[in-house]
């Protein structure tokens, strides 16, 4: 390991310093979504492209629509995707290879 990765760590561990604020977003949405009906947890899906009409990007509504994806994937599929998943889902919507 040279001085310079050691000092600043590896592209990946830099890349992932910006990451995990956002999968801690989401994570902290968690509870928000669970106390949600299965109604008001679709009623999100007009309230995103609301929010998207007025101006707001997709990087805007990003935690809260993986928050609400995460919801649904544990009560349709009985799956909650683990953090990693998360990052993953990041990365693919920044445009890069996971």
């Known amino acids: ?54 101006g707001e990007t997709l990087d805007d509504i990003l935690p809260d629509a993986f928050a609400v994806v995460r919801e649904a994937s544990v009560r349709v599929l009985g799956l909650r995707p683990y953090r990693v998943q998360l990052v993953g889902g990041v990365v693919l919507h920044q445009g890069r290879i996971a």
């Open 1 to 54: 390991m040279g001085l310079m990765t050691k000092l600043f760590g590896t592209y990946s561990d830099r890349e992932l310093k910006q990451i995990y604020p956002i999968v801690d977003k989401i994570e902290a949405l968690e509870p928000t979504y669970q106390a949600m009906s299965d109604k008001e947890l679709a009623a999100m899906t007009p309230k995103f492209k609301e929010r998207l009409s007025q």
